[in-house]
């Protein structure tokens, strides 16, 4: 299958400071990527869709100012979590769809803790 | 309220059983995927079903379609530890919603 690379693993931050988790396709181009959140023990949460050279698409409900997205190439999206606080803590997870393709790929996820 | 609900939302087996995990929706999907996740890992992609009554097997596992697109199930034949898990049923919707609709989960727990 398609590989979706998430980086880093692992982050821990402090309160007030910001926090880029960067979402590549590596052996494909994806106009289109997404991102959500985990809760432990509980299923994703879409919080973004994010398009190649146009603003991202947020749910209801996601601080669009909180978490920035930009998707600046066809191989690379960005989620920067700004000003970030103990509750933003969670497990980040990015994927993109192969094209026309139905499944989804998914990057390693992050762990995100701030402090 | 969940579009796409699993069940059982949790499961505590012994090695060797065997085990159905139901996913059920009123709405209508293009395509269905499963997948399992564990701890600190994105999910893999298991299988996608297509065709309304199409059944495929990976392995020990068997995987459903209902017939008329809205639910599924994955059937795990004498189940082993590395079985244990999230698992995770994502639909498609002919909608123009290129995102995938996730269900609510199953966590497996295969005791050795």
């Known amino acids: 299958g398609a590989v979706v690379s998430q980086h880093p693993s692992r982050v821990i931050c402090k309160s007030g400071t910001s926090v880029k988790i960067e979402c590549r396709s590596l052996?494909?181009?994806?106009?289109?990527m997404f991102w959500y959140r985990q809760f432990p023990k509980q299923s994703l949460m879409l919080m973004a869709t994010?398009?190649?050279?146009?603003?991202?698409?947020?749910e209801q409900g996601v601080e669009k100012d909180k978490f920035l997205i930009n998707h600046a190439s066809l191989t690379l999206s960005t989620l920067t979590v700004t000003s970030a606080h103990p509750e933003d803590s969670s497990f980040y997870i990015c994927s993109a769809r192969l094209g026309a393709r139905a499944e989804a790929f998914f990057g390693q996820g992050t762990r995100l803790t701030v402090v | 309220t969940q579009l796409l609900e699993q069940s059982p939302q949790f499961l505590s087996i012994q090695e060797g059983e065997n085990l159905t995990v139901y996913c059920n929706s009123s709405?209508?999907?293009?395509?269905l995927q499963w997948y399992r996740q564990e701890p600190g890992e994105g999910p893999v992609l298991l299988v996608t079903?297509?065709?309304?009554?199409e059944v495929k097997k990976l392995k020990r596992l068997t995987f459903q379609f209902g017939d008329a697109r809205k639910d599924s199930s994955l059937h795990i034949t004498a189940a082993q530890p590395g079985d244990t898990g999230l698992y995770l049923c994502?639909?498609?919707?002919?909608?123009?919603?290129?995102?995938?609709?996730f269900g609510s989960g199953t966590r497996l727990q295969v005791q050795p």
């Open positions: 994502a639909g498609s919707m002919d909608t123009g919603r290129r995102a995938l609709t």
């Open positions: 994010s398009n190649e050279g146009s603003k991202a698409t947020y």
């Open positions: 052996d494909f181009q994806a106009t289109t």
């Open positions: 709405s209508v999907f293009s395509s």
């Open positions: 079903v297509v065709t309304g009554g």
